[in-house]
């Protein structure tokens, strides 16, 4: 008798009233929402403006999930074009199956539209990104387990994850693979914000941080799962994979401190343009100002002068009368 596990939902769709939603699709979107929101806040910190975060994720993100599915098809074509399966399922991604690798990289190319259109320069906005990924990728593993899919070898673990039989897969209890990386994800954002906020991390190497951290904890996590996969010298494709980009992040980390060590002081042009403006108006009404002060110490100097010969007429004048008394007082 099984005294301790993690059950499974006995259905992957959540009902919002009268809308039903994939639990898969659910979770993206939480995902989504929550490396928008965090990235957000990033930005501002950085100096940027309030929205130019989901200005940018309005490309990223549908190029992140188109990449991210095509990534999963290309490399598991068996599921879909083999003899006896329609090719038709390929299209059905709230049925789950989206390859991160995929997701990044073109997820990355519609970013740079984005940020091209902006002006920004995408290593910085990676950089504020890079967090909020890890914690949507850790929201996003969720999906897994509403679909019951991707999970470990079998196990005895008061953890264990039960799995209800279905199509491909046997009832019974397996390690958790969904939970294990979700948390990694967690720690691995987690890291990214300590190690930004300690280094002031620039130019990428946040962005890098957060791939090699995650890509560290992927290889361990992929060796559990028992899915179908493909296997290149006795290891699956995706823990070549993870190596592989795990190795070009740390390089890439290194290599950019040595070349281009400290931080981005400007991350969004149009911001520096509104504070060179505000600067500019600042300086107009100051001139202002002190034309003011000019005028009117020059009205002051004009009432003065006009004072002064007042002044010396009625000294004259008075000079005069004086004289006039003394000749009258003689004669």
């Known amino acids: 008798m099984d005294l301790a596990y993690i059950p499974s939902p006995s259905t992957g769709v959540i009902h919002l ?3 039903q939603l994939r639990g898969y699709a659910f979770c993206i979107i939480i995902g989504v929402f929550v490396a928008v929101w965090l990235g957000n806040k990033r930005w501002i910190a950085r100096g940027g403006t309030a929205g130019t975060v989901a200005d940018i994720a309005v490309w990223a993100v549908p190029f992140g999930l188109v990449g991210g599915r095509l990534y999963h098809v290309i490399t598991d074509y068996q599921l879909y074009f083999s003899e006896g399966e329609n090719w038709v399922d390929a299209f059905k991604i709230w049925e789950g199956g989206l390859g991160i690798w995929g997701a990044i990289a073109l997820g990355a190319v519609g970013a740079w539209i984005g940020c091209r259109r902006r002006g920004i320069s995408l290593p910085v906005y990676a950089d504020v990104i890079a967090p909020g990924i890890a914690f949507a990728q850790a929201i996003g593993r969720w999906g897994n387990w509403f679909n019951q899919e991707l999970y470990g070898k079998p196990t ?7 799995i ?11 390690h958790p693979t969904f939970l294990y990386e979700s948390l990694w994800n967690v720690a691995v954002g987690f890291l990214v914000i300590w ?13 890098a941080l957060y791939v090699a951290a995650y890509c560290s904890g992927r290889v361990w996590t992929e060796a559990l799962r028992v899915d179908e996969a493909h296997h290149i010298l006795g290891l699956r494709l995706n823990v070549w994979t993870a190596i592989i980009v795990g190795l070009l992040a740390v390089l890439y980390f290194v290599i950019s ?3 281009r060590p400290g931080r981005e002081e400007i991350v969004e042009p149009r911001a520096e343009k509104t504070a060179e403006q505000t600067d500019a108006v600042e300086g107009a ?12 110490d020059a009205t002051g100097t004009v009432e003065d002068k006009a004072d002064g010969p007042g ?7 008075g000079d005069g009368a004086d004289h006039g008394a003394g000749s009258a007082a003689k004669s």
Request: net charge negative; charged share 40%; glycine share 12%.
């Open 257 to 259: 401190a040595k070349v």
């Open 195 to 207: 190690a930004d906020r300690r280094f002031k991390l620039g130019h990428g190497r946040a962005f």
């Open 156 to 162: 005895d673990v008061p953890w264990a994850l039960k």
């Open 311 to 317: 002044d010396e007429d009625g000294e004259t004048e």
């Open 17 to 19: 009233g009268p809308i």
């Open 164 to 174: 209800t039989e279905g199509p491909n897969r046997e009832a019974g209890l397996y």
């Open 285 to 296: 009404e100051a001139d202002k100002a002190d034309k003011g002060t000019d005028a009117t």
